[in-house]
């Protein structure tokens, strides 16, 4: 895998062109600054994408953060570490961003990952459809993250009614208890899908659960037509990607703004 071709792949089709992520969200493009705003308050708003540099950065941050406190949005800046200029991450905090922690965006190429990896014994898998299948998702997504899954629950119920073949939500279940759960998000048009939101609740970990919910979700990918997985990866996630065959192309921190 070529991986500054498929970086440069990654950053056109996912963030210069990205598209609406859910019913009635829309993408602006405003300078050097590409942005999506959400219909609703549940849903993502953000900066996926900019073509700056020093004489302009500080303008075009003053810009969003107008806008978006305009709309009464808390917003994200999504920077990546091959952004410019380079001391843009200092020029958010400077700005009020509080950065989140970095991960490492991994891309898997399907055809060349290994995909062997089985459930433990006992361990089915729940495709998702529903509101109550989302309910078991957001449930686990709260118990493995410690986080409030009110925003995911609400965002994922109105993509599974707008646009269903957009998402692949699995939980998997231990008898009637759900102890993992993952999502892939689909982007038509493109030769990458999203694998987002795994997570194990403590007591399950390290059963080789999450690597069969990556291996589950690729061979969906690869049945669809699909050339690369992409992960923004933690810590933990980045070996368990590795071993699968993906790479690490670059880092993405979140920065937050809270008007």
Do not use: C
Request: charged share 25%.
């Amino acid at each position: 895998m070529d991986l500054v071709a498929v970086l440069a792949l990654h950053d056109r089709e996912l963030r210069e062109r990205v598209r609406p992520d859910g019913p009635g969200a829309r993408v602006e493009r405003v300078g050097g600054v590409v942005r999506h705003v959400a219909a609703d308050a549940h849903g993502w708003n953000g900066v996926v994408w900019s073509d700056l540099d020093a004489t302009d950065a500080d303008a075009a941050i003053a810009e969003q953060i107008a806008y978006f406190t305009g709309l009464g949005r808390d917003f994200e800046w999504k920077l990546y570490g091959h952004d410019l200029p380079t001391d843009l991450g200092e020029r958010l905090t400077a700005a009020g961003f509080t950065p989140e922690p970095q991960e490492a965006l991994m891309i898997g190429e399907v055809a060349a990952l290994t995909l062997d990896a089985e459930l433990p014994d006992g361990v089915r898998l729940l495709t998702a459809t529903d509101r109550a299948g989302i309910d078991l998702l957001a449930d686990v997504h709260e118990q493995a993250f410690g986080t409030d899954s009110a925003r995911l629950r609400a965002r994922l119920l109105d993509q599974l009614a707008a646009d269903p073949d957009s998402l692949v939500a699995v939980v998997a279940l231990a008898g009637d208890e759900a102890v993992s759960a993952a999502r892939m998000e689909l982007v038509p048009g493109t030769d990458f899908v999203g694998l987002w939101g795994g997570g194990t609740v403590k007591a399950w970990r390290g059963r080789g659960i999450y690597r069969a919910l990556i291996a589950h979700r690729a061979r969906i990918a690869a049945d669809r037509g699909y050339r690369y997985l992409q992960v923004d990866a933690s810590d933990e996630s980045r070996p368990i990607l590795e071993r699968l065959g993906f790479a690490r192309l670059t880092t993405t921190t979140p920065y937050v703004y809270e008007p």
